[in-house]
């Protein structure tokens, strides 16, 4: 069984930054696939980011198209913990955050919240204008 617990969500303002972080228990954290995603009100669950270990130290990370090119999905196998690093927020980032397991752990990379197996309790973040 893996636990998930996201922490790092706040309050920010537009075009700045916040770290995400989730902590994971369990020993076989390596081989899942660590994903995020996040809901605002009114709205359906979607994806934002996952990293998935393709061999080795090689990792593989892909993005929604709203996201790509301001955040950066991480994970740091030692620790239990995968991270979103977000910069040049923006109000329609404003959600709560949710981070997810996937057992599969095989490409290609899970989109869908229904593939993902463990869910954090998520963590608010709220972009100001």
């Known amino acids: 069984q893996v636990q998930l617990v996201e922490s790092g969500g706040g309050l920010v303002q537009a075009g700045g930054s916040l770290r995400l972080s989730c902590a994971a228990s369990?020993?076989?954290?390596?081989?899942?696939?660590m994903g995020w995603f996040r809901q605002a009100p009114g709205k359906e669950r979607e994806f934002v980011a996952a990293?998935?270990?393709?061999?080795?130290?090689?990792?593989?990370?892909d993005y929604a198209d709203s996201v790509k090119g301001r955040f950066t999905i991480s994970r740091d196998n030692a620790k239990n913990t995968v991270y979103l690093q977000m910069n040049s927020l923006k109000p329609e980032d404003t959600a709560v955050y949710y981070c997810?397991?996937?057992?599969?752990?095989?490409?290609?990379?899970?989109?869908?919240?229904?593939?993902?197996?463990?869910w954090g309790q998520g963590t608010q973040v709220t972009v100001s204008s």
């Open positions: 990293i998935i270990r393709t061999g080795g130290s090689t990792y593989y990370a």
């Open positions: 997810a397991a996937d057992r599969r752990g095989t490409l290609p990379i899970g989109v869908l919240a229904s593939l993902y197996d463990h």
């Open positions: 369990g020993r076989t954290f390596s081989t899942y696939a």
